[in-house]
């Protein structure tokens, strides 16, 4: 378990720390195929574990799955809204009046976002797909946080204009999914582990994770033009994802 409160952290902490050594020309290079990646592998781990361990929980009602499932995709809709993309790393320059100050709607919305994912991770008896692939799932949280986390370090920076003040806010976005992956694991376990509670947050956070993969795949590649990186990144997040399976 701390090996994936560790991944979790590491990852977003690491991914901000770039921000301050690497140029913006450099990572925007390497970022848009490592989204494609991470857009692919957590779109497949959707549709071949999180939805169909959801399904199982509920045998008898399976549309409630999918009413939880609508839930979370036009939840992250509106939570977009606050957060601005930021999720999938789109970063809009400040204006004048919104330098020195700290976007807290936004960060606030990344957190929300962050301790969602972060609360189906759960590894014991009864969590079925999820548990078995527990550390496939945690990597799939881990990469879609790069990105997530260079934009927000990137907008700090541009409207503090300071890293150093950067590191609490993104310390605040890395211990969030560590956060919500401790409750569901130590606080919550036997009440989350129903089966209707869990089918519902399965469902929910399914829904988040597909409107964030579809929106990252969609635009990779807004042009609808072949770009051999980011198709090479794509298939490489998929085949991962189902390569899973065998293991």
Do not use: C
């Not at 036009?74 to 601005?84: K, Y």
């Not at 994912?117 to 799932?137: D, P, R, T």
């Not at 204009?161 to 401790?182: E, H, I, K, N």
């Not at 990186?229 to 298939?235: D, I, S, V, Y």
């Amino acid at each position: 378990m701390w090996i994936a409160i560790g991944l979790l952290a590491a990852a977003v902490l690491g991914a901000g720390a770039l921000v301050g050594v690497v140029s913006v020309a450099r990572m925007g290079q390497w970022l848009k195929p490592l989204l494609a990646f991470s857009g692919a592998y957590l779109f497949a781990l959707t549709i071949t574990h999180i939805l169909p361990e959801a399904l199982t929980l509920l045998p008898a009602t399976p549309q409630r799955v999918g009413y939880w499932v609508l839930a979370g995709f036009f939840g992250q809709l509106l939570l977009e809204v606050l957060s601005q993309g930021i999720e999938h790393g789109h970063v809009h320059a400040p204006s004048a009046s919104e330098q020195g100050r700290v976007p807290l709607l936004l960060v606030l919305a990344l957190v929300v976002h962050s301790l969602l994912e972060g609360s189906i991770l759960v590894k014991g008896a009864g969590s079925g797909e999820v548990g078995k692939h527990f550390y496939a799932l945690v990597l799939g949280v881990a990469l879609h946080h790069v990105p997530a986390a260079v934009a927000l370090a990137t907008l700090l920076r541009l409207r503090l204009g300071s890293f150093r003040r950067v590191w609490p806010w993104l310390l605040v976005f890395a211990l969030a999914s560590p956060a919500g992956l401790v409750f569901s694991n130590y606080l919550v376990l036997e009440q989350l582990l129903g089966p209707a509670v869990y089918a519902g947050l399965l469902g929910f956070v399914a829904g988040t994770f597909l409107h964030v993969s579809t929106t990252i795949l969609f635009e990779t590649s807004p042009e609808h033009r072949l770009n051999w990186p980011k198709l090479g990144a794509t298939l490489g997040g998929l085949l991962l994802a189902l390569a899973v399976n065998a293991v």
